[in-house]
C-alpha cells in the first residue's frame, strides 16, 4: 500500500545513503555559504526509521534562498515552498532528475539559519545521539505504533507525540516553541508518506 508506514530496524547503510546525496548535493551548491545536514531518525544511529532519508540545507544570508532553490530546481527538485513552516522550503521530485538521485528516497528542506525548524532537527537529533537509551526507546515506540496503525499516519504521529514532547521539554526551548514544533511535526509526517 503507497501510504502504509513502515518502521525499519537501525540500518548503517542510512548513512551511506545521505553522503551520497549530500556529494551530489555539494557539487551544485560549492559556491554558497550553506551547510548540508543528515537530520531525522535515519541520523541517529542505533534509532529505528522509517528508510526515508531527512537532509537540511541550511543558509545564512537570506540573498541565497532564491539562488538554492533555482539550483534545485535545475537538478530536477520541484519547489513545494513552505507548507505552512516559516523558514523552511520543501521540495518533492520531478520525474526527469537523474536517477543517481531518485533511486534514494528522501525529504529535502531548505532552511534559513536558526529559524525554529532547524532548532528542532537539529537539537532533537543531537539529543537522541547523546542520549542511546532513549534513541532506543524512541525507536522501541515507532515500530510499535506502525504495526497499530500501518494505514493510519494520524494516529502513528499523535502517539507518539508525548515521547518527542518530553524531550524537547528537556531542551533550551520555549513553550511557544515547543508548541509550533509539534504542529510541524504533525505536517512534517504527513509529508514523509510522499517523500521522495
Given at each position: 500500500?503507497?501510504?502504509e ?17 549530500k ?7 560549492a ?5 548540508i ?14 528508510p526515508?532519508?531527512d537532509?537540511?540545507?541550511i543558509f ?11 539550483r ?29 538521485i ?5 525529504n529535502?528542506?531548505?532552511c ?5 525548524a532547524?532548532?528542532n ?14 534513541a532506543y526507546n ?24 508525548p515521547?518527542?514532547?518530553e ?9 511557544g516553541?515547543?508548541s509550533?514544533?509539534c504542529?510541524?511535526?504533525?505536517w ?6 510522499n517523500?521522495?
Amino acid at each position: 500500500m503507497q501510504n502504509e508506514i513502515v518502521v525499519e530496524k537501525y540500518n548503517p547503510g542510512w548513512v551511506g545513503q545521505f553522503k551520497h546525496l549530500k556529494s551530489i548535493l555539494s557539487n551544485a551548491l560549492a559556491d554558497l555559504d550553506c551547510t548540508i545536514e543528515h537530520v531525522g531518525s535515519t541520523a541517529v544511529p542505533g534509532l529505528a526509521a522509517k528508510p526515508i532519508t531527512d537532509i537540511d540545507i541550511i543558509f545564512e544570508e537570506p540573498c541565497e534562498r532564491l539562488v538554492i532553490i533555482k539550483r534545485l530546481e535545475r537538478m530536477g527538485y520541484k519547489h513545494l515552498g513552505y507548507m505552512g513552516i516559516d523558514g523552511r522550503d520543501a521540495f518533492n521530485l520531478s520525474e526527469n532528475v537523474s536517477t543517481l538521485i531518485s533511486n534514494h528516497r528522501h525529504n529535502l528542506y531548505v532552511c534559513q539559519d536558526g529559524c525554529l525548524a532547524v532548532q528542532n532537527h537539529l537539537k532533537f537529533r543531537d539529543y537522541l545521539r547523546s542520549h542511546p537509551t532513549e534513541a532506543y526507546n524512541y525507536g522501541i515506540l515507532k515500530m510499535e505504533l506502525a504495526k497499530l496503525y500501518p494505514n493510519d499516519i494520524d494516529s502513528y504521529v499523535k502517539q507518539k507525540t508525548p515521547f518527542i514532547t518530553e524531550i524537547l521539554e528537556k531542551l533550551d526551548l520555549t513553550a511557544g516553541d515547543i508548541s509550533s514544533i509539534c504542529v510541524q511535526n504533525d505536517w512534517e509526517e504527513e509529508e514523509d508518506t510522499n517523500a521522495i
